[in-house]
């Protein structure tokens, strides 16, 4: 029982390039969500879904698109990444939008 | 808007000194509050949920209790291996979303 994983762990991209994280979970949870966490400013919400097909914007959405194409699976892509959104990003899953559980993280640096 | 203010910032203690860490939350119907542990580079390890207003909750040195407008982590004897930046964050009915604050960072000194 694996839980929450992310890929990949570590990142760097210059302005403009695109790119894909994943997250994949073995809970069978239907929420999933995507934070960014920057110092100082404590984990702010992505997207996030209730389960498959669905999504839904949070907190700081601008810049990002997600897909869940599969209820194990919550994808967040950077279509042109700009230095702004060099942070540590973390997916998490919950039950019914009870207690997240939060994978290890990815370490994003764009310069 | 919901809001999740904890305090301190940052708090060093010497080992075996106890101790309080304070959230306090605005939130329109609290659904859950929920404290978790944070160690440098890796991701949230969740700790505890706390329901109604008198509720507390009990891990090994931990204990969180929850009142109306605030929540506690009291730290009994901590240990160095306690170390660690605590959040914790909110959730209202009808929101399938968590409030953080920005964590208390907590350093344990042998």
């Known amino acids: 029982n694996a839980g929450v994983t992310q890929t990949p762990k570590f990142r760097v991209l210059k302005t403009g390039q695109s790119m894909t994280l994943l997250c994949a979970q073995d809970m069978n949870h239907e929420y999933m969500y995507w934070y960014r966490q920057d110092p100082g400013m404590g984990l702010r919400l992505i997207h996030y879904s209730v389960g498959e097909g669905t999504t839904a914007k949070g907190e700081v959405p601008d810049g990002y698109n997600v897909s869940r194409l599969k209820k194990q699976n919550f994808l967040l892509g950077l279509e042109s990444a700009a230095p702004s959104q060099t942070s540590v990003y973390f997916c998490?899953?919950?039950?019914?939008?009870?207690?997240?559980?939060f994978g290890p993280g990815t370490r994003l640096t764009v310069t | 808007e919901d809001q999740v203010t904890q305090s301190p910032e940052a708090l060093r203690l010497q080992e075996g000194e106890s101790s309080s860490l304070n959230c306090s939350y605005t939130?329109?119907?609290?659904?859950?509050l929920f404290w978790y542990r944070q160690d440098p580079g890796k991701g949230p390890e969740f700790l505890f949920t706390?329901?109604?207003a008198g509720e507390e909750k009990e891990k090994e040195r931990l204990k969180a209790t929850l009142t109306k407008k605030e929540s506690f982590l009291h730290i009994t004897a901590p240990k160095p291996e306690d170390s660690a930046t605590y959040l914790c964050?909110?959730?209202?009915?009808?929101?399938?979303?968590?409030?953080f604050g920005t964590g208390t960072r907590l350093t344990i000194i042998p």
């Open positions: 706390l329901y109604s």
């Open positions: 998490a899953s919950s039950y019914q939008g009870q207690s997240q559980y």
């Open positions: 939130v329109s119907g609290l659904r859950g």
């Open positions: 964050a909110a959730s209202n009915f009808g929101n399938e979303k968590l409030t």
